[in-house]
């Protein structure tokens, strides 16, 4: 359903949600559905605009019930921040996180895609079944999307065993990069010569 930022639009579209959720015999999930269509919209207008063209897709495979909000900005990126109870603003991400199984921004070329997913208790739908690796790739995509470069940083003296632990984890990530890569039609040998190149050349020093 395309919609226009307003405050107005908000109960229009949580109207749209309710009666989608009576179709799908999903009536317990209303109240939380609507809490996070009612925040991920508001977030447009204060954070994007009034005004801005935007569209709400819910949909359902079974296991999960999706909620997207569109919408043409992809610089304004919502973030979970810490607010006071009595606090007028700052709570809606974070009331999204509590309400919802998990949460996340795509990037695309002229919109950005902010989701968030409530377990319906029901059996996944009928078909392919689902890559663990393919899923966890997925969120980590999702989750970079969120985040300022660099979060991260190696810590001196982490010792041969923990070094040993986080190269595992580092090769399980990169392993679930390419099962990813291959199941959306990618060429991975392409995007591996693509990456070793970039590494080369911002490297200190150069190749190693």
Known sequence: MKFTAHP???AALRRVVRLC????NLNGLVDAAQLCVSELVSNVV?????GTPGSLVVSVNGAYLRIEV????TRALPALVTADIDAECGRGMAL???????????LHEDRKVTWCELVTGLAPSAGRPVDPSVSRAEALLDMYATLRPPTCRYEPGLGRVGRTMAEESV????????????VHGCDADDVLDRAQSRYEATSPGGPR
């Open 96 to 106: 999204v996180e509590a309400l919802t199984d998990r949460w996340g921004v795509q």
């Open 70 to 73: 569109h919408d043409p900005d």
């Open 8 to 10: 107005e639009e908000v």
């Open 46 to 50: 204060t954070h994007v605009g009034p």
């Open 171 to 182: 090769i399980d990530v990169v392993t679930d990069f390419l099962r990813w890569l291959n």
């Open 21 to 24: 959720l009576a179709a799908w």
